[in-house]
C-alpha cells in the first residue's frame, strides 16, 4: 500500500520532505504504521531515490548534450511535420547571457553549430521578451523582420508563425519559429491551437534539460577548477606556476587566448611570460600598468566583461593590427595575494562560443583565488632562492676568506678565498672539480680542527656563546698541501685520469716530521685512520692573517651561528692591493702570475702614454674649501680612472690635478696599443661632457682638460722596495704626452696626438694636422695632430670646408707662401671664428710677411713653455 498525503502526488514524498512540509515529516508518520505499510513506504522512496540518481548519472554523462541535441532536432521535426512548415527552429532562453541559442544540424559526421541570437531582437527576441505569440502572414511588411538575412541565404521567407514555450514557473523557456506553411496559405488559429495542445509538455521536458545542461556545465566548471587549482598546488616554480596558471585558466573558461600580467610596482609595469613562435621556450613581455584593459583593472581592482572590444575606450586594436587577429570579448579580473594586495591580472580573449557570462565571471574569481595563493607561494620561493644564490655570490665575491658555522662551530658555508687560503690549488675557468671536493669534505667539520690557528676554539665557542665579536691582527696560518693518489686510478680526481686530488694537511702535534690530512672522507672515520705523510711530501705554506670572529644573530638578536673572516696580509695580498690601485683586477691577475719578481725587473717595451690635466685648475679651486677640493677631484678622477680601465690601461700616478696612464705595461695589450689609449681619450671626453652637465644643473663652473699621448719605447719596471712599490714608466714617450698635454693650452683644443701615435692607428680616426713643432727640452722635432673623434664620427659639411680650408693654408704656410696661407685661414676662421689653431698661424704668417724666415727654414715652431 502506497502512502500518500492529500493534495500530494505518490513520487512526491521527498519533494514534501525537501521543502518542510510537517504534513510529509517522515518520522511522525512512520511511528505508527503497520509493517506492510511501512514496507510500501520504503519502496516508494527507494524509487523516488532511483530518480535522483538516474538524474546525477544524466549531470555527470558526457552524453547529457548530446541527447539534448537529439530532442530538440526530433521535436523540431515533428512541429514542422504538424503544422507542415517549410522550416523550423527551436530557440532555449539563456537568461544569464541574455541570448536565445539553437543547436543546427551541419553535414553527416559533423558536430551540430550553436548559434545565438541576442534576445529582444527580431521576431523571436520578441516573442522571448513578451510571451506572446506572432503569426505573421506577410513578414516583408512586418518592422521585427530582418531582409538581410534572407538576401545573405538566398531563401524567401513569406510567413511565420512564432509561439513561446512556458515551463511550469510560467516563464518562456523556449520559442518555436515555423517559416512558409505549405502551400499558399499563411499560419492560422488552428495552426496556434494545435501547437498550444503540446506545447506545455514540450515546456516541461525542455525546461528539465535545460536545467540538466546548466547543471553540467556547472560541473564540468567546478571539476575544472578543481584540476586547475590542483595542478596549481603541485610547483613552486614561478614560471613553471605562471604558465600553468594560463593553460588552466584557458581551458577552464574555453577561451582561445589566456595571459597573466603580474604587477611589477617598481617599474609601474605588467609583465609576463609568453610562449615564442616555436612554443619552445617563454618570453617576457611587458606593458604599462596603468594602460589598456588590464592596465586599469590592475589600478581600479575592478573586474572588465566586455562583449565587444572594439566598443569599449580602453581597448587598443593596435595589436590586432599589427598581427592580424581579431580581439572579439575580452574578461579580466585582478588576482590577490592573501593580504588582500593586488599582484597581477588574469585576461581571457575570445570564448569559443558567445561572450563571457556572470558564471563565467564567478568561475575565474575562484579560480584566481588559488591562483593568487600559488603565486604568492611561487614569487615566495623565487624571492628564497634569489637571496639564497645573492648570499653566495656575495660570499663568493669577497677577496677574505669568510667562513660561517653552525652553534657547535661545525663548517657551514666556505667561499672560495678561504679554500685558497687553506691551499686548493686553483683551477681552470669552468672546472670547480678541486673545490667542490674541498668543500665536501671540510663542510661540517668543526672550524677549529680546519683553520690552525693559535685560540681560535676558544673565541668562536666564546662568540657563539655570549655574542661576543674579536678581531686579532697579525696571526699565523701554516697549512700543507699534498696530493692524494686514490688506489684505483679510475677513481682519481673523479674523471679516470689518476692525477689525484689535492689535499690539505697539518703538521702532527706529536711527531713535527710528519703531516696528517685534515680534509679526506676518511679522516672522519676513526675506522679508517689515515696515515701519517712524511714532510718530503707536503709543500707548506705560511700565510700572514688578521682573523676576525662574530657571532650571526636573527632579527631578534639570538645568535644562530659564527663568521669567521681571515684578511691575507702576506706578501701575495699586499701585492695583490696595490696593483688593483693601478691596473684592473684582470691584468693585476696576471701579472701576478708571472711570479712576484716579474714587475721588480726593469724592461724595454712599446707603449702609448696618456697624460690628463685639468686646465684653470688652480683659479678654478681657489674660491673652494679644502673638502669641495678633494671632493671634486675624487669624483672627477673616479670617472677618467674608469676610462683608462675600460681599455686594459694602467694607470701610473696622479700628479695633483693630473693623471698619467700607460697602454701596453706591464703586460702587452691584446689589441694596438695606441688606438686602445685614443679610444679611452675619447671616453674621457664623453665622461667630462656627462660630469659638466652635472655640475651644470648644480650651477658649479665647468672644467675643461688637456690631453697629450704619444707613442714610444720606455723602460717599465717597480721603482722602490718590497714594502713600498711604485711601478711605473720612464723615456722619450712618457715626456713628449707630458709635453703635448701642455701644448693643448697652445692650440686651443683637448686631445692632442703625436706623429708616432697617430702613424700606429691612423685607419681608426679622424685628425687635423695641428702643425710641426719642437717641445721645450727636445731637439726632434715632431708633427702633432688634433684627435676630433673615430671613424664612425660623422662631419657636417661646414666642418669638411673648415678642415680643407686649414689643411690648404697649412700647406701654402709650410712652403713660405704666407699671402696663400693667410687667405686660406681667414676664410676657414669665418667658419669657426674660435678657433686656437688658427689664430696661431694668421699670427705667425703675419709676422713672417715682415720678417721672412730663413731660405733653409723647415716649418717647425719650437714651444718655449712646458
Request: net charge negative.
Amino acid at each position: 500500500m502506497t502512502m500518500t498525503t492529500p493534495g500530494t502526488s505518490p513520487g512526491s514524498m521527498l519533494a514534501a520532505l525537501s521543502q518542510g512540509d510537517r504534513k510529509g515529516d517522515l518520522t511522525r508518520r512512520v511511528k505508527d504504521l503497520p509493517v506492510p505499510q511501512f514496507a510500501s513506504l520504503l519502496e516508494q522512496i527507494t524509487r523516488e531515490f532511483e530518480h535522483f540518481l538516474r538524474a546525477i548519472e544524466m549531470i555527470n554523462n558526457e552524453a547529457l548534450e548530446t541527447m539534448l541535441e537529439q530532442i530538440l532536432e526530433a521535436f523540431t521535426l515533428k512541429i514542422g511535420q504538424i503544422l507542415q512548415a517549410d522550416r523550423t527552429t527551436i530557440f532555449l532562453v539563456d537568461e544569464e547571457r541574455e541570448q536565445l541559442w539553437s543547436k543546427i544540424a551541419q553535414g553527416e559526421g559533423e558536430k551540430s553549430l550553436e548559434i545565438r541570437v541576442p534576445l529582444n531582437v527580431g521576431i523571436a527576441g520578441h516573442v522571448a521578451a513578451t510571451g506572446k505569440c506572432l503569426n505573421i502572414a506577410d513578414v516583408y511588411s512586418h518592422p521585427l523582420f530582418n531582409r538581410d538575412v534572407d538576401r545573405q541565404t538566398g531563401y524567401r521567407t513569406r510567413n511565420v508563425l512564432c509561439m513561446p514555450i512556458f515551463s511550469t514557473k510560467n516563464r518562456v523557456v523556449a520559442v518555436v519559429q515555423l517559416m512558409n506553411k505549405a502551400g499558399n496559405e499563411p499560419f492560422d488559429s488552428d495552426d496556434e491551437r494545435q501547437f498550444r495542445e503540446f506545447a506545455s509538455s514540450i515546456g516541461i521536458i525542455l525546461e528539465s534539460c535545460n536545467s540538466f545542461y546548466i547543471a553540467a556545465r556547472n560541473q564540468k566548471g567546478v571539476a575544472a577548477l578543481l584540476k586547475a587549482t590542483s595542478c596549481l598546488a603541485q610547483s613552486l616554480d614561478l614560471e613553471k606556476t605562471l604558465r600553468a596558471v594560463m593553460d588552466e585558466a584557458r581551458g577552464l573558461m574555453q577561451a582561445d587566448r589566456s595571459t597573466l600580467f603580474l604587477l611589477d610596482r617598481e617599474q609601474g609595469q605588467l609583465w609576463s611570460k609568453v610562449e615564442t613562435a616555436d612554443g619552445s621556450t617563454l618570453m617576457e613581455i611587458r606593458i604599462p600598468a596603468d594602460r589598456g584593459i588590464a592596465g586599469y583593472v590592475a589600478s581600479t581592482g575592478q573586474a572588465l566583461n566586455i562583449p565587444n572590444a572594439y566598443e569599449d575606450p580602453r581597448f587598443d586594436p593596435s595589436t590586432d593590427k599589427r598581427t592580424g587577429y581579431r580581439t572579439r570579448n575580452i574578461l579580466c579580473m585582478p588576482v590577490y595575494n592573501s593580504e588582500g594586495v593586488l599582484i597581477g591580472v588574469t585576461q581571457l580573449i575570445n570564448k569559443h562560443q558567445g561572450s563571457f557570462t556572470s558564471s563565467d565571471e564567478e568561475f575565474m574569481r575562484a579560480f584566481n583565488i588559488q591562483a593568487g595563493i600559488a603565486l604568492e607561494n611561487a614569487q615566495l620561493f623565487e624571492s628564497v632562492l634569489l637571496e639564497k644564490q645573492y648570499q653566495k655570490d656575495m660570499l663568493q665575491s669577497l677577496s677574505d676568506a669568510v667562513i660561517s658555522t653552525d652553534m657547535q662551530g661545525r663548517i657551514v658555508t666556505i667561499n672560495d678565498a678561504a679554500l685558497e687560503l687553506l691551499g686548493c690549488p686553483r683551477q681552470k675557468e669552468g672546472d670547480r672539480h678541486q673545490e667542490n671536493f674541498w668543500i665536501e669534505q671540510l663542510v661540517g667539520r668543526l672550524v677549529w680542527e680546519v683553520v690552525p690557528i693559535d685560540n681560535l676554539q676558544m673565541r668562536v665557542e666564546d662568540s657563539l656563546k655570549l655574542g661576543a665579536k674579536h678581531y686579532v691582527p697579525e696571526q699565523s696560518l701554516t697549512v700543507g698541501l699534498f696530493v692524494n693518489q686514490p688506489d684505483d686510478p679510475a677513481d682519481r680526481n673523479g674523471n679516470g685520469s689518476g692525477a689525484g686530488m689535492y689535499a690539505m694537511a697539518m703538521r702532527d702535534r706529536h711527531n713535527s716530521n710528519s703531516f696528517l690530512p685534515w680534509n679526506l672522507t676518511t679522516a672522519k672515520s676513526k675506522a679508517h685512520p689515515i696515515s701519517p705523510i712524511p714532510q718530503e711530501q707536503v709543500r707548506e705554506i705560511e700565510r700572514s692573517i688578521n682573523l676576525t670572529v662574530n657571532p650571526l644573530t636573527n632579527p631578534e638578536g639570538t645568535v644562530r651561528g659564527g663568521l669567521v673572516v681571515l684578511e691575507d696580509i702576506s706578501q701575495e695580498k699586499r701585492m695583490k692591493a696595490t696593483m688593483y690601485r693601478y691596473m684592473t683586477p684582470g691584468v693585476a691577475e696576471r701579472v701576478m702570475a708571472l711570479g712576484e719578481d716579474a714587475l721588480m725587473v726593469g724592461e724595454r717595451k712599446e707603449v702609448t702614454i696618456l697624460f690628463s690635466d685639468i686646465r684653470g685648475y688652480t683659479s678654478l679651486t681657489e674660491k673652494m674649501e679644502a673638502a669641495e677640493v678633494v671632493s671634486l677631484l675624487n669624483n672627477y678622477f673616479e670617472t677618467m680612472v674608469e676610462a683608462v680601465f675600460n681599455y686594459e690601461g694602467t694607470l701610473d700616478k696622479f700628479i695633483g690635478d693630473a693623471l698619467m696612464a700607460v697602454f701596453g705595461a706591464p703586460l702587452p695589450l691584446t689589441e694596438n696599443h695606441a688606438w686602445m689609449s685614443v679610444q679611452s681619450a675619447l671616453d674621457m671626453r664623453r665622461r667630462l661632457a656627462e660630469f659638466n652637465q652635472n655640475r651644470r644643473i648644480k650651477h658649479q663652473p665647468q672644467i675643461r682638460i688637456g690631453i697629450g699621448i704619444s707613442s714610444g719605447e720606455v723602460v717599465s719596471g717597480n721603482i722602490g722596495s718590497q714594502k713600498r712599490m711604485d711601478y711605473t714608466v720612464i723615456g722619450d714617450g712618457v715626456d713628449i704626452s707630458s709635453r703635448l698635454e701642455g701644448v693643448t693650452k697652445e692650440y686651443g683644443c683637448d686631445i692632442i696626438l703625436s706623429e708616432y701615435t697617430y702613424g700606429l692607428c691612423r685607419e681608426h680616426i679622424v685628425v687635423r694636422e695641428l702643425d710641426r713643432i719642437r717641445v721645450k727640452g727636445k731637439t726632434k722635432p715632431i708633427s702633432i695632430y688634433e684627435l676630433i673623434g673615430d671613424r664612425h664620427h660623422t662631419l657636417d659639411d661646414q666642418t669638411h670646408e673648415f678642415l680643407a680650408l686649414y689643411e690648404q693654408g697649412r700647406s701654402a704656410y709650410t712652403e713660405m707662401n704666407f699671402q696663400q696661407a693667410i687667405r686660406c685661414f681667414e676664410k676657414a676662421q669665418r667658419l669657426q671664428q674660435d678657433d686656437r689653431a688658427i689664430a696661431v698661424h694668421l699670427e705667425r704668417a703675419n709676422a713672417y710677411l715682415i720678417s721672412p724666415p730663413p731660405t733653409a727654414w723647415d716649418g717647425v715652431h719650437t714651444m718655449t713653455t712646458k
